[in-house]
């Protein structure tokens, strides 16, 4: 059974490129503010010592949903994004959304390379909730892409991808501080534990793929 999807897009890559690369975006309806607000954070990037490290090539995005109203965050590791901070696992980018409380989603992971899109194969959705006055990392996302060799031009072709939530891996609570003063982070609740639908969105380090594991801190872990 395939794992991903694929589809061939005919749009300038510039296109797709230019699109929320800030990851600041939140749908009007959703925004809260002050102890009414309930703070989501989540760090993306790319685990840079990887074989398979998702910047080698392609656009990489997961949403946000929410179950009681329309719209969606698009959260994007690619081209135009500017790292918060960089370390031995690799580099990485901090969002911070201030949302009304709820029950919200992990959807719809997919990348972009290549003149195509790959998606997962069936539907993506894990749910989390959150409340107001409280303050949640949904995780330190590292991308990964599953190459499908190269094309005519000598372009990575993607064949997959993983968002790995390192459940053992900290938060970087200075680097958080240090871009987000305001936020309380004293009673941080993570929520990588909820975040395991293999092999799109894991958890655990050990289910990477081998091949990918080779010269790569993040996935040497031992939980």
Request: aromatic fraction near 12%; charged fraction near 15%.
């Amino acid at each position: 059974m395939k794992k991903y999807k694929l589809f061939v897009i005919i749009l300038a890559v510039c296109c797709i490129v230019s699109c929320a690369v800030k990851n600041t975006y939140v749908p009007p309806h959703w925004r809260a503010q002050g102890a009414a607000a309930a703070n989501i954070i989540m760090v993306v990037g790319f685990a840079t010592r990887s074989p398979c490290g998702g910047d080698k090539a392609g656009f990489h995005s997961i949403f946000l949903h929410s179950e009681r109203t329309h719209g969606s965050i698009q959260v994007d590791a690619g081209p135009g994004l500017k790292w918060d901070y960089v370390d031995h696992n690799g580099k990485y980018a901090i969002a911070h959304y201030a949302v009304r409380p709820g029950r919200y989603f992990l959807t719809n992971p997919f990348i972009f390379g290549s003149v195509q899109s790959i998606h997962a194969a069936k539907e993506v959705k894990l749910p989390f909730e959150v409340e107001a006055g409280k303050t949640y990392f949904l995780g330190a996302f590292s991308v990964y892409m599953l190459s499908g060799g190269k094309n005519i031009f000598g372009q990575i072709v993607p064949a997959g991808f993983i968002w790995l939530a390192n459940k053992q891996q900290a938060p970087n609570v200075s680097a958080i501080k240090s871009k987000f003063p305001d936020l309380d982070l004293s009673n941080l609740i993570r929520l990588e534990e909820h975040f395991n639908m293999y092999p799109y969105i894991i958890n655990d380090p050990r289910l990477l793929p081998p091949k990918c594991v080779p010269g790569d801190p993040i996935a040497s872990v031992s939980p």
